[in-house]
C-alpha cells in the first residue's frame, strides 16, 4: 500500500488548506497519509485552532498529523501553545523531525 507524508513548511493557511484537502482525500481513499507541520507552517496550528477550521478538525480527529517541530515551534514562538495542542512534537534530528524515519517505513515524501 501507497503511504504518503507531507511535510508543510510554509506558513500560509491557503497553501496548507491543499494539504488538508490531499491528506483527507488520500485517506478516504484508503492511502495511508501523514502531516508533519515544520518551519513557519507550525504557527498554522494556533491559527487553525483557534478559527475552528474545519478541514483542520477533521484531519486532527483522524490523526492525520503526525508531529509538529519542536525547534520550528520554539523558533517561531509558539512552543507552548503547540505543546498543549494535542498533536505530539518530534526533534529527532537536531530539534526537527527527521525524514529518513518516515522513507525508512516506506512513505513517499511531499513538500510543501
Not at 503526525?66 to 505530539?88: F, H, Q, R, T, W
Request: proline fraction near 2%; glycine fraction near 8%; hydrophobic fraction near 45%.
Amino acid at each position: 500500500m501507497k503511504k504518503i507524508a507531507f511535510f508543510a513548511f510554509k506558513g500560509e493557511q491557503m497553501c496548507f488548506m491543499h494539504i488538508l484537502l490531499n491528506a483527507l482525500d488520500l485517506h478516504e481513499k484508503g492511502i495511508e497519509a501523514k502531516i508533519i507541520m515544520e518551519g513557519e507552517a507550525v504557527k498554522l496550528i494556533k491559527e487553525l485552532e483557534e478559527s475552528n477550521n474545519k478541514l483542520y478538525k477533521k484531519a486532527k480527529e483522524l490523526n492525520l498529523f503526525d508531529c509538529i517541530c519542536k525547534a520550528c515551534s520554539a523558533k517561531m514562538g509558539v512552543l507552548e501553545y503547540n505543546e498543549a495542542c494535542g498533536i505530539p512534537l518530534n526533534g529527532d534530528l537536531q530539534g526537527h523531525p527527521a525524514m529518513y524515519d518516515y522513507i525508512k517505513e516506506g512513505f513517499e515524501i511531499i513538500t510543501l
